[in-house]
C-alpha cells in the first residue's frame, strides 16, 4: 500500500512538474511570437519612411530639373538681350553719327532736327529700359543658380539619409532572421522534449521500487543541483528580457547617429542570440532530471 500511495504521488508530482515545464516553454514561445511581430512592425515602418524618402527624392529631383530648365532659358533670354542691347548701341552710335550729319547738313531744318531728337529721346528711353531689363535678369539669374546650388545640397543630403534608412533595414532583417531561426530551433527541441516525455511515460513502470535504492540517492542529489540550475536560469531569462527591451529602446533612438546605432544593434543581438542559445540547451535534458526532482522532494 505504501508503495502505491509513493507511485501516486510520484506520477501526481510528475504531472505536475511536465505541466510547468509545458507552461513555461508556452510562455517563452507566445514572447517570441509577440517579439517576431514587434520587428514585423519596425520593419513595415522603416519601409514606409524609404517610400516616403524616395518620392521626396523624386520631388526635390523633378523641381531641380524645372529649375535648371527654367535657368537655361533665363541664360539664353539673357544672353539675346545682351545681344539685342549690343545691336541697339550699334544703332545708337549709328544714329549719333547721322544726326551729328544732318546736323552739320540741315542746320537750317527745325523741323527735321526735332525729329531726330525725338527719335534719339525715344531710343535713349528704350536703351535705359532694356538695361533695367538686363539688370533684373542678371539678378534672377544669380538668385536661380542659389537656388539650384540649394536644391543640389538637399538632394545629396536625401540621398545619404535614404542610404543610412536602407542599412537601418538591412540590419532589421538580419535580426528578425536571426530571431525566426532562434523560435524554429526552440520549437524542435520543445518537440524533442514532449517525445521524450511520452516515450519515458511508455517505458516507465510504476512497480519497480525495491531495487532502486541507491539510484534513488543519485537522483536526489541530481535533483537539488536540476533545482538550483533552474534557479540560475529563471534569473538568465529576467537578464535576457531587460537586454531585449533595451534594443527596442536603443533602435528607436538611433535615426541621426547611424554609425554608433550600427555598433550597439550588433553588440545587442550577438549578446542576446547568445544568451538565447545558452537559455535554450539546458531545457534538452528535462525528461532524464524529473525522477531526480521527484525523488528529491519526496525525501525531504
Known amino acids: 500500500m505504501e508503495e502505491d500511495s509513493d507511485t501516486a504521488n ?37 519601409e514606409l519612411e524609404v517610400q516616403y524618402n524616395q518620392a521626396r527624392y523624386e520631388q526635390k529631383r523633378k523641381q531641380a530639373d524645372a529649375e535648371a530648365m527654367r535657368a537655361k532659358a533665363l541664360h539664353a533670354q539673357v544672353s539675346t538681350f545682351s545681344q539685342t542691347e549690343t545691336e541697339l548701341r550699334s544703332q545708337l552710335n549709328i544714329y549719333v553719327e547721322k544726326f551729328k550729319q544732318v546736323e552739320d547738313t540741315l542746320n537750317n531744318s527745325n523741323d527735321l532736327f526735332l525729329t531726330f531728337r525725338k527719335e534719339m529721346e525715344e531710343m535713349s528711353k528704350k536703351t535705359k529700359r532694356l538695361e533695367k531689363e538686363n539688370m533684373a535678369l542678371t539678378k534672377k539669374a544669380d538668385l536661380m543658380n542659389r537656388n539650384i546650388i540649394s536644391m543640389a545640397e538637399e538632394r545629396t543630403r536625401q540621398e545619404r539619409e535614404l542610404e543610412s534608412a536602407k542599412k537601418k533595414s538591412s540590419k532589421l532583417e538580419d535580426i528578425c532572421r536571426a530571431l525566426q531561426s532562434e523560435r524554429t530551433a526552440l520549437e524542435n527541441k520543445l518537440r524533442g522534449v514532449e517525445e521524450a516525455e511520452e516515450e519515458d511515460e511508455e517505458y516507465s513502470d510504476p512497480g519497480e521500487d525495491g531495487s532502486d535504492d541507491e539510484e534513488d540517492d543519485e537522483d536526489a542529489e541530481g535533483g537539488s543541483e536540476y533545482l538550483d540550475s533552474e534557479g540560475e536560469e529563471e534569473e538568465d531569462d529576467d537578464d535576457e528580457e531587460t537586454e531585449d527591451e533595451g534594443l527596442f529602446e536603443d533602435e528607436a533612438e538611433t535615426n541621426g547617429n547611424s554609425n554608433a546605432g550600427t555598433h550597439h544593434v550588433n553588440g545587442t543581438g550577438a549578446a542576446a542570440a547568445a544568451a538565447m542559445h545558452t537559455h535554450a540547451h539546458p531545457h534538452v535534458p528535462i525528461p532524464q532530471a524529473k525522477p531526480a526532482v521527484v525523488s528529491g522532494k519526496i525525501r525531504s
Not at 504531472?15 to 520593419?43: G, N, P, W
Open 10 to 46: 510520484n506520477k501526481q508530482l510528475n504531472m505536475e512538474v511536465d505541466d510547468l515545464i509545458r507552461a513555461k516553454l508556452r510562455t517563452l514561445i507566445d514572447q517570441y511570437e509577440l517579439r517576431d511581430m514587434q520587428f514585423q512592425s519596425v520593419m513595415r515602418t522603416k
